[in-house]
């Protein structure tokens, strides 16, 4: 079994991306063993690309829609949790549990930042 890395890779080369001008930013590794969440940008920062394989179905249909406006980060938990922020500053989430659902609610109705101590 190839790792979700060397998967990324392969796939970039089937669909004709050449990682050669591209640096990762960052890359997440999900629960599936297959799965992924990579942002790359271009050597010039004039593009910013998200790509990713296996996530959960919520993240996938949020991806689609969202990833095209910019994606700073992503994570990714158990049961389908995940986390997004846009470059915009945006934050999406799903499927976290009840706390942090409520603790990321109250931090965007009152329009401030988040601090998850450990």
Known sequence: MVSNVELFAQLA???GLNLEYYGIQFFTFVPDPT???TVLHNDDRSLTRCVWHNVPAGLD???E???PKGVRHVTVGMNGSYAVI???GL???GY???SLDRLLDDAEKRGRAV???E
Do not use: R
Request: charged share 10%; aromatic share 12%.
């Open 13 to 15: 080369a089937q669909a």
């Open 35 to 37: 799965g992924y969440v």
């Open 61 to 63: 249909e949020l991806l």
């Open 65 to 67: 829609c969202e990833a």
């Open 86 to 88: 846009l470059n915009s």
């Open 91 to 93: 934050v999406w989430w």
């Open 96 to 98: 976290v549990p009840p």
């Open 115 to 117: 601090k998850v101590s």
